[in-house]
């Protein structure tokens, strides 16, 4: 059972934009911030989303992230099929002295 | 570019002990945070634990104290994490994965390795 809720799939066609969630607590999302990263199958995660809502170089302004109060959430506008993948959100937890992730979305585009 | 290359694939006994490096290269491997995720098979990402080199001393969840020891040599710029006691459950294909800098600090999981596959079996 993991300390961060995220649906564990999502799915969208091509052009459409779809949210993924993360749910938390006050002790991590509602006083830390979040990221996100996506794996695509048989690699290691990619960052998306650092602090809340700032993109690492190179990230295409299709992804954002949003945060408000203890949820935070990422959204993909304009799906293309390359963004088939699992989405994890990742943040501190001052409770555990933890980095905690969520369980992970597999996005799916139909 | 920082770029972290891991050692290569390992298979354990049960009871036994495991120690995948983590060599990094391109960035300031001193003053950012190395930490360790590992994913078991099907499964989500498990943080491990993690160590800034300049300070020395690591972090550990509390499910893993005991269990996990990572250090870093700054010297050879490269980062260990050995896990003892091994289980099957621990299969799993292990992570290293260094901050990046960013306005205001430090941001988690900037760069990843390439992941080592780690497998517990009699």
């Known amino acids: 059972q993991s300390v961060l809720t995220q649906p564990p799939s999502a799915s969208g066609t091509p052009g459409q934009r779809v949210a993924i969630s993360c749910s938390g607590s006050s002790s991590n999302i509602g006083s830390n911030l979040v990221y996100w990263f996506q794996q695509l199958p048989g690699t290691a995660p990619k960052p998306l989303v650092f602090?809340?809502?700032q993109r690492p170089s190179g990230v295409p302004d299709r992804f954002s992230g949003s945060k408000s109060g203890t949820s935070a959430s990422l959204a993909i506008s304009g799906l293309r099929s390359e963004d088939e993948a699992d989405y994890y959100c990742a943040v501190w937890d001052d409770s555990l002295s933890a980095w905690v992730f969520g369980g992970g979305t597999k996005m799916t585009v139909l | 570019q920082v770029q972290l290359v891991q050692s290569g694939a390992e298979t354990k006994r049960p009871g036994s002990s495991v120690k995948v490096s983590c060599k990094a290269s391109g960035g300031s491997f001193s003053s950012l945070a190395i930490n360790w995720v590992r994913q078991a098979p099907g499964q989500g990402l498990e943080w491990m634990g993690g160590i800034v080199p300049i300070f020395g001393s690591a972090t550990y969840p509390q499910h893993l104290q005991g269990r996990v020891t990572i250090t870093a040599d700054r010297s050879t710029n490269t980062a260990y994490m050995e896990l003892s006691g091994l289980r099957s459950d621990d299969t799993a294909v292990y992570y290293c994965?260094?901050?990046?800098?960013?306005?205001?600090?430090?941001?988690?999981?900037?760069?990843w390795g390439q992941g080592t596959l780690v497998t517990v079996s009699s």
């Open positions: 602090r809340d809502n």
């Open positions: 994965a260094e901050d990046s800098e960013c306005s205001g600090g430090s941001c988690f999981g900037g760069y």
